[in-house]
């Protein structure tokens, strides 16, 4: 008997198990590296419903050919910035890149009827303004005074100012988010001027949801934050084992996706070291990677930067560099993207971005906080951008295109970066917030962020039914 079978049984009857003559068979064919695994998922499994027998059952599913082969587990990368990140330098690259947003956007808004009325900004400034003109453009700066807003919105032809007196599209005026991309009526005012009449954002159509043809489980998460003091270890070694354990749903799991802050980083922010257990960046991949590594061969498993991980801080981010993770990208059911990236799964799209203007959102837009991050997602789905805000926090490079801008809709939106898990439906884009592996930090407690650490997001890509799944001491 091999050496590794016999320490595996050991242990189970050490925790006073017994194993049927028929297991023993099968114990022969299970992936050495996975049995010591295996065997203590189904010790601590059977030991709670007091069951002290492991046979052939219990241990069938861990064999890869017996995997049940129906479960469908297709991948199609649709979109990753990796290799199209150029960043032209200085005011040339930020020109080219609104240009583009602003054409991407244009193309979108042309499904609207409204967009055969639509009239370049230098036409209207130089007077030629019909009964029924729309413009539209970007949002460059915006004025809320007592009962009037005022908003100066560009396109490649010229700037306006334009007021806004209606109050409910006064409300719409008000929750607009700098830099985004708009559509405007507007007809001339008594005392000169121009009055916005309607205002149209480029949003996301009503849609019938993609859906996978068997019953195969995407898990989402986010923020592990490996090598911060407050990274929750022992919850996350519960969930990665959980992938492995008799857990019918769990059997059903093909994709793991992994949306950013993968690890904790060096000096992200000051005196980040009194919050740090490992204070080289490669220490932290390395730890990263023998936690990710117990995830089963059979499950594909996906991951994004975040502004924690190390490479390109600037949106969009290329993958983490391979110099600081060899492991993960030497795994062949692991892939390595950037942020952000598009992915069909069994044939849904789901659409992974880190989160990091979701900061900005929150912070300029009355109404929204860190309590309920679907929310914000929502605004920036109803932009068609993922990180319009340009100028406050994230960090945007002046790339040529425009690669934030959210061409296709997506089944399943998924971002992370608040650390709390959130879930939404719009218009038949489900909206995933899936929170993270670190517990409160005293920055988070400083600015009131109440964090929802150790929970898994489970969607089933067949029904897009989402529920979800805490790893946390306290359940269960
Ligand atoms: O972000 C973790 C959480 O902290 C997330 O909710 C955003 C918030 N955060 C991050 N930086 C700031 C600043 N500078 N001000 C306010 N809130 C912030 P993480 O990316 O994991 O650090
Ligand atoms: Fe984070
Ligand atoms: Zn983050």
Same mark, same amino acid.
């Given at each position: 008997m091999r050496e590794e079978v016999s320490s595996a049984i050991s242990y189970a009857l050490s925790k006073g198990f017994q194993i049927h003559p028929d297991a023993f068979k099968i114990l022969e064919k299970i992936d050495v590296k996975e049995l010591q695994n295996v065997i203590k998922q189904i010790v601590r499994e059977k030991a709670k419903q007091n069951l002290f027998l492991i046979n052939q059952s219990d241990l069938k599913m861990f064999i890869e050919s017996d995997m049940d082969s129906t479960t469908e587990d297709n991948h199609v990368i649709l979109f990753d910035p990796t290799k199209k990140v150029t960043s032209a330098e200085g005011i040339d690259g930020f020109t080219a890149l609104f240009t583009d947003r602003y054409s991407k956007l244009m193309k979108i808004m042309t499904q609207r009827s409204q967009s055969k009325k639509l009239t370049s900004i230098s036409n209207i400034t130089n007077g /030629?303004? #019909?009964e029924e003109t729309y413009i539209a453009g970007l949002l460059m700066d915006r004025k809320i005074e007592r009962d009037v807003t005022k908003l100066t919105i560009d396109d490649p032809t010229g700037s306006i100012e334009v007021l806004v007196f209606n109050k409910e599209t006064q409300e719409t005026a008000n929750s607009l988010l700098m830099d985004q991309f708009l559509m405007a009526s507007i007809a001339s005012g008594k005392n000169g001027g121009f009055i916005v009449r309607e205002l149209l954002v480029p949003d996301i159509p009503d849609h019938i949801t993609n859906r996978s043809k068997t019953e195969t489980y995407a898990v989402l998460i986010s923020d592990l934050h490996v090598g911060s003091k407050y990274f929750l270890e022992k919850e996350f070694k519960e969930f990665v084992s959980w992938l492995s354990s008799p857990d019918p749903i769990a059997r059903k799991v093909r994709f793991v996706l992994v949306c950013g802050d993968i690890v904790d980083g060096i #000096? !992200?922010? &000051?005196?980040q070291d009194k919050e740090l257990l490992l204070m080289d960046v490669n220490e932290q991949m390395a730890k990263a990677a023998e936690l990710l590594d /117990? !995830? &089963?061969?059979?499950i594909k498993v996906f991951i994004i930067p975040g502004n924690h991980d190390p490479g390109r801080r600037a949106l969009p981010q290329p993958a983490i560099p391979e110099k600081h993770n060899m492991h993960l990208w030497n795994r062949e059911n692991f892939f390595m993207l950037g942020n952000p990236s598009l992915l069909e799964l069994n044939g849904v799209r789901i659409l992974m971005f880190h989160g990091q203007s979701l900061d900005d959102v929150v912070g300029t837009t009355p109404g929204l906080s860190y309590a309920q991050p679907a929310r914000a997602m929502r605004a920036l789905l109803r932009t068609r951008h993922l990180s319009p805000i340009y100028g406050k926090r994230t960090p945007i490079a002046p790339e040529l295109e425009d690669f934030m801008v959210i061409s296709d809709v997506p089944d399943i939106y998924h971002s992370g970066h608040i650390h709390v898990v959130d879930l939404d439906m719009y218009k038949g884009t489900l909206i995933v917030n %899936? #929170?993270?592996? $670190? %517990? $409160?930090?005293p920055f988070q407690a400083s600015v009131g962020i109440n964090p929802t650490p150790g929970i898994a997001v489970i969607v089933n890509l067949a029904t897009m039914k989402v529920f979800t799944r805490d790893f946390t001491e306290n359940s269960s």
């Open positions: /030629k303004l #019909g #000096g !992200i922010f &000051p005196n /117990k !995830i &089963p061969k059979h %899936s #929170g993270a592996w $670190q %517990s $409160q930090t």
